[in-house]
């Protein structure tokens, strides 16, 4: 099981990189697109969609390391007054009511990529590129997303013990 999650966390750690790469790419981009334009008088062709399509992947293969590391925003008004005992059971609902609706999320995504692919959608922009490439980092990240959840409720973080909100 330890081998499994072990796993598991590089899996979710592997695309954080990637996600940072492409957040790195975007930013290199950009400078450069911005140089060219003052230099030359000329930007690059396409660039615009290309990090509309990286923005998109970016976020999709980031959150659910995000979620495993706790890094994400939560409201912890009530949760943070309760003793431990009750605050352990909140947490794993929550986790639990999270594990659903990102299962949910996961049937409309892939619904969504596969009626793309059945139908041949494209995408035609600066690029013409088959639409369901696209959609397919959704049910990616919500599969990864849902077994997070489920992970987090079958063993709760802990809670942390610093001070934060009001």
């Given at each position: 099981m330890r081998t499994a999650l072990s796993l598991f966390d590089r899996l979710l750690t592997a695309l954080a990189w990637l996600a940072g790469a492409i957040a790195a790419a975007i930013v290199l981009a950009i400078c450069l697109n911005v140089a060219l334009r003052n230099i030359l008088g000329e930007t690059i062709y396409g660039l615009f969609d290309a990090i509309e399509y990286g923005l998109l992947a970016m976020t999709f293969l980031g959150a659910p390391w995000v979620l495993s590391k706790n890094a994400h925003v939560t409201v912890d008004l009530i949760s943070r007054g309760l003793p431990p005992g009750p605050g352990?059971?909140?947490?794993r609902v929550t986790n639990l009511i999270g594990c659903v609706v990102a299962l949910i999320f996961l049937i409309y995504a892939f619904q969504a990529m596969a009626m793309s692919m059945a139908r041949g959608s494209m995408i035609r922009t600066?690029?013409?590129?088959?639409?369901?490439?696209t959609l397919s980092v959704a049910p990616l990240s919500f599969?990864?997303?849902s077994v997070e959840f489920l992970r987090q409720a079958?063993?709760?973080?802990?809670?942390?013990?610093t001070e934060t909100g009001l």
């Open positions: 352990r059971v909140l947490a600066a690029f013409t590129i088959p639409e369901w490439w599969a990864l997303i079958i063993w709760p973080p802990a809670r942390a013990t």
